[in-house]
């Protein structure tokens, strides 16, 4: 049975940081592409950033570019999520994807991931 876990979510100033995790378990995810979506009340859940495969290659959404920074530990099927100067239109819930079978152009699209975590909060207060 595969699960993603995430941590690190909670409350933060505008201008701090947080940095979120997302464990992995059941299979390995060394080779599958590993990310994080974002959801604000009444809105879509959208694209935040995602570290592709076992490339080392990341791609972030234009809001976060600058701020926020995706990493993986592939040996511990791990997935981090660095979030600096965070400002109050970033609060949502975190939610951590993985998928081995995604292709690129898919990246961004959550409908196209297989696995999900439970989702974390992060507040920014103003």
């Known amino acids: 049975q595969v699960q993603l876990v995430e941590s690190g979510g909670g409350l933060v100033q505008a201008g701090g940081s947080l940095s979120l995790s997302c464990t992995a378990s059941?299979?390995?995810?060394?080779?599958?592409?590993m990310g994080w979506f974002r959801q604000a009340p009444g809105k879509e859940r959208e694209f935040v950033a995602v570290s592709w495969r076992s490339t080392g290659t990341t791609y972030s959404a234009d809001p976060v570019k600058g701020r926020f920074t995706v990493s993986r530990d592939s040996a511990k099927n791990t997935v981090y999520l660095q979030m600096n100067s965070l400002k109050p239109e970033d609060t949502a819930v975190y939610y951590c994807?993985?998928?081995?079978?995604?292709?690129?152009?898919?990246?961004?699209?959550?409908?196209?991931?297989?696995?999900w975590g439970q989702g974390t909060q992060v507040t920014v207060s103003s």
């Open positions: 059941g299979r390995s995810f060394s080779r599958a592409t």
């Open positions: 994807a993985a998928d081995p079978n995604i292709i690129m152009s898919q990246l961004t699209n959550p409908g196209a991931y297989d696995y």
